[in-house]
């Protein structure tokens, strides 16, 4: 039995390096063509083109294409979000606080089933698989990581439901949906994909040996304090991105607000005003902006070391970038006395 289960470890492990890798390519594929669509050069006008039917909605999105589906399906993306997240967040957290004790602390759980020699049998086989300090520091970031996405996620959700006023006419491209299944499937995976699938591998081993031993639901104590303390035990880095996180955070809860409050209902969905307040004073899509800043605050939260963190990262400012150019644009040609002093994205800069 130690020998499939080893086998399969190593098995996964490999599963691991694939799916880090995949996750990889299909970030720079999501860059690439976003960054050469955005040269100054009038041959690629048709990619250009190309791409932006695509990422095309709401205002942006002058008719109701066959191939689109309603904006109000943002939702799905952040029901899927939350409910991706809080299952990666869970495993992840459960298998660090079994395994990957921080410092001398025992992690261990204090179950009434935690005595059961199965249990603590499985723990210790995934012990030894990360046996480094460095490792075991390694997931406990990714649960913290997974911690600040939760938060992202739950605010956007909350956001989409009560916050903005999609309009029922309001649509976008069918690619630009499929982008965002996507999206809010890859994105919490890649902050935690040297560890997710032995987390899961883990936890299903114990679900397995729990469910022969009690044959129904086991009763068990929480020691919330082993769970949250090694957490507090996180470095710099941690919470230097977790300010920076916070930062965003804060703003594009203020900028989404903002943006809520122009209509006063679904039926005005033509009417379009010039947002004021908080970060519209100096940039277009201070939302987008807001974006970038959370997803920064991610990467130094990682420690910066992981490169897919920094291609998520890099197609999130890809993406949003080229967004903001044509709301920009929009902007620009709705309104004469649009504020001159605006720049696209980036204050100052861009
Ligand atoms: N991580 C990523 O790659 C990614 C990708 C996409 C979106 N997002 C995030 O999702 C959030 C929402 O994005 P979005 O593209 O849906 O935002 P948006 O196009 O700016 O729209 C947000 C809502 O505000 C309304 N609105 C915008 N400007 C308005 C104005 N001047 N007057 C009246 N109403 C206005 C929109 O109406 P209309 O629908 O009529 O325009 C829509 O209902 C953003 O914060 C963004 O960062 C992230």
Known sequence: MDITRLARGLSVESMEIGLNWSLRVAWIAGIFPLLVASLPSSRLNPLYELLLGFSKRGKIMQSSSYLSVPQRFFLHFY?????WTTVLLLTTWYYASQVAPLGSESLSLSTAAGHLTGLSHISSL?????????????????????????????RRLYETLYVFKYSNSARMHIFGYLMGIFYYTAAPLSLCTSFVLVALNFTLDKLAVLKLAYQGVPSMEFDWWGYLRPLANLG??????????????????????????????????????????????????PHYLAEIVVYLGLLVASGGTDFTIWLLLGFVVANLAFAAAETHRWYLHKFEDYPSNRRVIFPFVY
């Open 79 to 83: 029901l899927l979000g939350v409910a």
């Open 126 to 154: 995934y012990k030894s698989r990360i046996h480094t300090a460095d490792k075991r520091y390694k997931v406990w970031v990714s649960v913290f990581l997974l911690l600040l996405m939760e938060m992202q996620v739950l």
């Open 236 to 285: 710099w880095h941690q919470w230097a991105g977790a300010a920076l996180f916070a930062w965003g955070w804060v703003h594009q809860w203020r900028c989404h607000a903002i943006l809520g409050s122009l209509r006063k209902c679904r039926e005005q969905s033509d009417e379009y005003v010039i947002p004021r307040g908080d970060w519209f004073e100096i940039v277009s899509s």
